[in-house]
Structure formats: structure tokens, C-alpha cells
């Protein structure tokens, strides 16, 4: 079965530093998420591309966070600087489409600011 | 947007027992509910997913009710089994915009 590619699995950092976090959707899969989920919590939307566009960015922290995804496949998402409450696990998961269209997530990259 | 409030936060059942998860959504627009199994350290995978025009809908040892006049749904597993332990999160969809509950904690005791 196909599955969402994530790296790291887990990073360290230091606060102030620059971290980037990349994922490599199932092959077909138009729409792409972030997803930031603090220990004992659902995961929360960051970032939601279609193909290669952004479709909502509402909730990502601007200031600090970019997400990208050029050529409408993988996508990087970086947080500079860092900070100490980023510490949490960060989900990427694709689907078909953006409609109602069931979610696949990656393993995840277990993000430490220390 | 929407909210969406997950109860209880965790649940311990014997094994055999049934457990039963129930959530509430705030939007009636909502359309699409999905559920999600979480093993400690794993990636969230779908288990089942109603959408707003079905009432119920069954696969084996699990099923999913939705409620929409009262805006709630639930998530049944009966005859549970120790691989049933788990993070079980429900979500509600409004279009494309996929919001969370903050989980359930399942725990089958042997």
C-alpha cells in the first residue's frame, strides 16, 4: 500500500534556529496537508495546498512558518526562528481530492525546541 | 469554523465489552465525519467515514451513527479486542476543512 513519505522522524533544535520538515505525498494525490498535533491533542490544519496552490493558510503562523510546494508534489515546511512551544508532532497527509476525500497521513517528524 | 467536541477523553473497557465514542459538531453544514485510529506512535489512519446523507453505516466490529438534527455522531466497537487500544480521533468536514476532536483514549483490559 502506498503510503506519505515524512523526514526527518524526529529533530532536535534549539530555539532561534531554522528547521525544515519534508514530505513526499501518495503518487496522485492532488491536495496536500500540515497538520500540528501537541501531545493529547487532535491534529490541527496548518496548511492545505491543491497541487501546487495554497487553499488555506489560515491557521499557520506566518510570521515564522512557510510551507511550499512547487511542483505539486512533495513540499517542505519550515519554521524560522523556532520556538519553544513548536515542540510537537508535525503530520503531512494527502488525498484524492480536496472534497470530503479521505485523509493518509505520514508517520510524522516528532519536532524538540529546546 | 468548526468546532468539534469529543467525549469522553479516555475509556476503559473489558475485553469483549462494547465502547462507545460520541462527538458533537457546531455547524450544520458539516457533511463529512470521519474517524481516526492513532497506536502510540503511529501515523493517524481512517477506520470509517460517514457522510451527511447516510445515518448509519457498519464494517464489522465497527459502526458510525450521525445525528445531524442534534449535530452528533458516534462511534461504536463492540466485542473489543486488545488490538482495539488506541487514540481514537473524530473529525467533521465543511467542504474541504477537516477539524479534529482532541481524542479518546481506548483501553481494553484483558
Known amino acids: 500500500e502506498a503510503e506519505v513519505a515524512q523526514s526527518p522522524r524526529y529533530k532536535i533544535t534549539e530555539k532561534s534556529q531554522a528547521v525544515a520538515f519534508w514530505c513526499d505525498p501518495i503518487?496522485?494525490?492532488?491536495?496536500l496537508y500540515w497538520y500540528r498535533q501537541i501531545l493529547g491533542q487532535g491534529p490541527e490544519l496548518l496548511v492545505q495546498?491543491?497541487?501546487?496552490?495554497?487553499?488555506?493558510d489560515s491557521q499557520l503562523p506566518k510570521d515564522r512558518f512557510s510551507a511550499e510546494r512547487l511542483k505539486g508534489v512533495d513540499s517542505t515546511l519550515k519554521i524560522q526562528p523556532a520556538e519553544l512551544g513548536d515542540s510537537a508532532m508535525y503530520l503531512c497527509?494527502?488525498?484524492?481530492?480536496?472534497?470530503?476525500?479521505?485523509?493518509?497521513f505520514g508517520n510524522g517528524t516528532r519536532l524538540t525546541v529546546t | 469554523g468548526e468546532n468539534v467536541e469529543q467525549h469522553p477523553s479516555t475509556l476503559s473497557v473489558q475485553e469483549g465489552d462494547s465502547a462507545v465514542i460520541k462527538c458533537t459538531y457546531s455547524?450544520?453544514?458539516?457533511?463529512?465525519f470521519p474517524w481516526y485510529k492513532q497506536e502510540l506512535g503511529k501515523r493517524p489512519q481512517l477506520i470509517i467515514d460517514?457522510?451527511?446523507?447516510?445515518g448509519e453505516k457498519k464494517d464489522q466490529r465497527i459502526a458510525v451513527t450521525l445525528n445531524k438534527t442534534a449535530k452528533h455522531f458516534s462511534l461504536h466497537i463492540t466485542e473489543t479486542q486488545p488490538e482495539d487500544s488506541a487514540v481514537y480521533f473524530c473529525?467533521?468536514?465543511?467542504?474541504?476543512?477537516?477539524?479534529f476532536g482532541a481524542g479518546t483514549t481506548v483501553t481494553v483490559r484483558a
Open positions: 495546498f491543491q497541487d501546487e496552490s495554497v487553499v488555506d
Open positions: 460517514i457522510r451527511s446523507n447516510v
Open positions: 455547524d450544520s453544514a458539516s457533511n463529512y
Open positions: 503518487s496522485g494525490h492532488a491536495t
Open positions: 497527509a494527502s488525498s484524492q481530492s480536496s472534497y470530503n476525500s479521505p485523509l493518509h
Open positions: 473529525a467533521a468536514s465543511i467542504d474541504y476543512k477537516l477539524s
